[in-house]
């Protein structure tokens, strides 16, 4: 891999940014050494009404107990709108942008404020109380924030749902919790399409009640004025019920390990984890990261791309750049409706400065072609990230090249759910970028890379990326299950927390993250990245996807099985797959040279965009008949046109 080609820190992107290298190498080692100073110093980014004396009190041992910032109280609502007031009342705090390009909304953080007190005085009288938790399945529109503020600001804990999900993983998600609230609109819209969200959330409250969970109250907001159901003294108007409250709502003082939200996330095993959040340690970590990993100023437009059903969209649509006082805006749609320049016509109309997507998207746009990206200016554009999923270098080229025009850092922010924030990322003004990697901790991050008997690794190597040391925004608990929190991330290796994820870390020190350890695999005693292998495969212009797993294999140990998506307009064929063979043995080695591909129209993607090799490893072992639950999927039909097309029929 081209570790070599390094992009070096160009002087316009260290002209006026917050931290440079030297400072990041001061800071970086000063929260090593000393983080009850570092981040007492840095815990004072947010306003405490009662302010901490103690600040970090967490071991990764035992019971495993986090906590930062215990005697302090705050307000995440507070801290992220009342505090701004003075300074900023008549800035724009959202920019909306609709599914339809015509439609778009405002908001200062004067109405903000008064929106999200009304609702939170909704959630109230309807017997909302601290420590509840109410349930949030939202398409992308203002009223998604405000509920989520509302409950922050009453010290209720909310559980977004992604609005892509089924009634029946809501309804899970609501007995999981015990969720007696919850929030929907009457229905969503994405591409011009109409998501029957009340629907959904009416049939997910009966299967809830067959499971023992009774919710009592749900808000509606009217987003499309869709013909919807209606349950009398269960179901109520949010345009009604905020209409008949008072505009004021004083923040609740909460303790700083207080529950802030849940969010379901997958694991390898078992049903969705319900992970929980707190309050103080995870908004210092938010802004803090938000503020220095996109180098963000006063008065910049901010776009991250993500849904707040996802964690990206709680830490870096909201709670982050919000706690900044920034101007962030919320997007809708999708990158391709009405045509393929949205994304770059949305950056133009609201002059964005800073944009953070997922690889998924760069790669899908990439594949549409230049044109749709050079019929744009994008001349606002300052920094380009990037999150998800590892990027591959020749996406990672692409949106340097093609979009950013070589003007504008690419930046790789490695994280999970469970972590709250950024962990590994470059900083704009600091750090020498290396396509495909994430480079660099953040500040008191200390990522260890340790061997399957849990030896570490030092200096250069690969391993199981696990982290050595508490940071303020992690997951403190799986709610209701905390011998499940220990077991999942505590457990493979002692003492440290375990990401899941294969990593290598190059002779600079850089981390280059391989994908979960699962997608590892072994061929003839080597082992690699699908990743690596998927990489080498898109760099291949006839490539737009794909994906690569490993499959049993008699000499081998495990053969490597591709599934590739063609780009626009070429044509699988036996020539092409020798083609491919050859391209990946001279990109990464002989070892690597793929021992089946099969053309694939689509990849099975969870709505998340995320795809589900548990399914293509078991259609590569010819295991079709267990592929177990494909609910999930964006697209289950893709299924059936991967199993009729499998290269390993036995
Ligand atoms: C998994 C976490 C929190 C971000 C959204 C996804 C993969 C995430 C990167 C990246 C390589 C990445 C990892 C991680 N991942 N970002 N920059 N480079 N891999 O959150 O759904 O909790 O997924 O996404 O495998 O474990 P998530």
Known sequence: MSDDYVHKVQA????????????????YADSVKNPDKFWGKHGKRIDWFKPYTKVRNASFEGKVSIKWYEDGTTNVSYNCIDRHLKKRGNQIAIIWEGDNPYDEKKVTYNE????????????????VKKGDRVTIYMPMILEAAYAMFACTRI?????????????????????DCKSNFVITADEGLRAGKHIALKENTDRAIEIAAKDGVKVDKVIVTRRTGGKIDWMEGRDFWL?????????????????????????????????????????????????????????YHDGDIYWCTADVGWVTGHSYILYGPLANGATTLMFEGVPNYPTPSRMWEVVDKHKVNIFYTAPTAIRALRGVGDEWVQKTSRKTL??????????????????????????????????QTENGGILIAPLPGATDLKPGSATRPLFGIVPEIVDNDGNTIEGEGSGNLCIKEPWPGMTRTVFGDHERYIQTYFSSYKGRYFSGDGCRRDAGGYYWITGRVDDVINVSGHRMG??????????????????????????????????????????????????????????????AAPDKIQFAPGLPKTRSAKIMRRILRKIAEDEFGSLGDTSTLADPS???????????KR
């Open 12 to 27: 316009a992107w260290k002209k006026n940014a917050l931290i440079d290298n030297e400072t990041y190498l001061k800071w």
């Open 112 to 127: 903000l404020h008064e929106h999200v007190c009304r609702f939170a005085n909704v959630l109230k009288k309807h017997g």
């Open 155 to 175: 010290g209720a804990i909310h559980s977004v749902v992604f609005g892509g999900f089924s009634p029946d993983a809501l309804a899970g998600r609501i007995v």
């Open 239 to 295: 345009h009604e019920e905020a209409a008949s409250v008072k505009p004021a709502c004083p923040p609740e003082k909460m303790k700083a390990e207080d529950p802030l939200f849940i969010l379901y996330t997958s694991g390898s095993t078992g049903k969705p984890k319900g992970v929980l959040h707190t309050t103080g340690g995870y908004l210092v970590y938010v802004s803090m990261t938000h503020q220095y990993v996109f180098d």
């Open 382 to 415: 300052r920094i380009l990230g990037s999150v998800g999923e590892p990027i591959n270098p020749e996406a990672w080229e692409w949106y340097f090249n093609v979009v950013g025009e070589k003007k504008c850092p690419v930046i790789d922010t490695w994280w």
């Open 530 to 591: 699908t990743a690596e292998v998927e990489s080498a495969l898109v760099a291949h212009d006839k490539v737009a996807e794909a994906a690569v797993v490993g499959y049993p294999h008699d000499i081998k140990g495990q053969g490597i099985y591709c599934y590739v998506t063609l780009a626009e307009g070429v044509s699988g064929s036996d020539a092409l797959r020798k083609e491919l063979i050859a391209h990946v043995r001279k990109e990464i080695g002989a070892i």
């Open 638 to 648: 893709v299924v059936d046109d991967l199993i009729a097309n499998r290269q390993n």
